[in-house]
T-cell receptor, first 112, second 119 residues
Framework: GENVEQHPSTLSVQEGDSAVIKCTYS??????FPWYKQELGKRPQLIID?????GEKKDQRIAVTLNKTAKHFSLHITETQPEDSAVYFC???????????FGTGTRLTIIP | GAVVSQHPSWVICKSGTSVKIECRSL??????MFWYRQFPKQSLMLMAT?????????EQGVEKDKFLINHASLTLSTLTVTSAHPEDSSFYIC???????????????FGPGTRLTVL
């Protein structure tokens, strides 16, 4: 089955700087890669996703890049703000009704 | 749109009792719902995939007789933790995948979670 690895497990960034979180996946058939933000005790919230037919996607301060050959994808947050502090999870899926396999999570702390 | 609710939001029960958690898609039909368990400071671990009108598919290591899943309609799935023990204490989260409509084909929408504490 699919295996998703995520790094780093914790990340502290000065406010205004950029943060990068990286994930690798094992199943080359995976074609859907969402990123979720989870605050303490709350539900995961989808912040951005990318499909395998696209190499990069951007939404304001958030961007995701995908390298299918290397089987890795990354989340980039620019101009970080204190409210970006949370746990971020990457995931991979075969799409459709297929399940999501989550990475282990990254605790991002923005230092004011 | 695309709202998923869960009930209850938290529950405390005695060891040996059973607890039922409901997951509802409020404004869309969900042919597939997923049940996850999340221990403190850990990732979401998929327990089972629930398809409307058919038996759930359980992940390896998840006891199907202990975690009973019923997906009786396109808007409701239930998870019953039978004979709960303290080690079952966790945050249980469901998600639903929208069937067609305006949302992303692959996107899953998560419920707010249910915190179960077994004494």
């Amino acid at each position: 089955g699919e295996n998703v690895e995520q790094h780093p497990s914790t990340l502290s960034v000065q406010e205004g700087d950029s943060a990068v979180i990286k994930c690798t996946y094992s199943d080359s058939a995976s074609n859907y890669f969402p990123w979720y933000k989870q605050e303490l005790g709350k539900r995961p919230q989808l912040i951005i996703d990318i499909r395998s037919n696209v190499g990069e996607k951007k939404d304001q301060r958030i961007a995701v890049t995908l390298n299918k050959t290397a089987k890795h994808f990354s989340l980039h947050i620019t101009e970080t703000q204190p409210e970006d502090s949370a746990v971020y999870f990457c995931a991979a899926s075969l799409g459709g009704n297929e399940k999501l396999t989550f990475g282990t999570g990254t605790r991002l702390t923005i230092i004011p | 749109g695309a709202v998923v609710s869960q009930h209850p939001s938290w529950v405390i029960c005695k060891s040996g009792t059973s607890v039922k958690i409901e997951c509802r898609s409020l404004d869309f039909q969900a042919t597939t719902m997923f049940w996850y368990r999340q221990f403190p400071k850990q990732s979401l671990m998929l327990m089972a995939t629930s398809n409307e009108g058919s038996k759930a598919t359980y992940e390896q290591g998840v006891e199907k007789d202990k975690f009973l899943i019923n997906h009786a309609s396109l808007t409701l799935s239930t998870l019953t933790v039978t004979s709960a023990h303290p080690e079952d204490s966790s945050f249980y989260i469901c998600s639903a995948r929208a069937y067609g409509g305006r949302v992303s084909y692959n996107e899953q929408f998560f419920g707010p979670g249910t915190r179960l504490t077994v004494l």
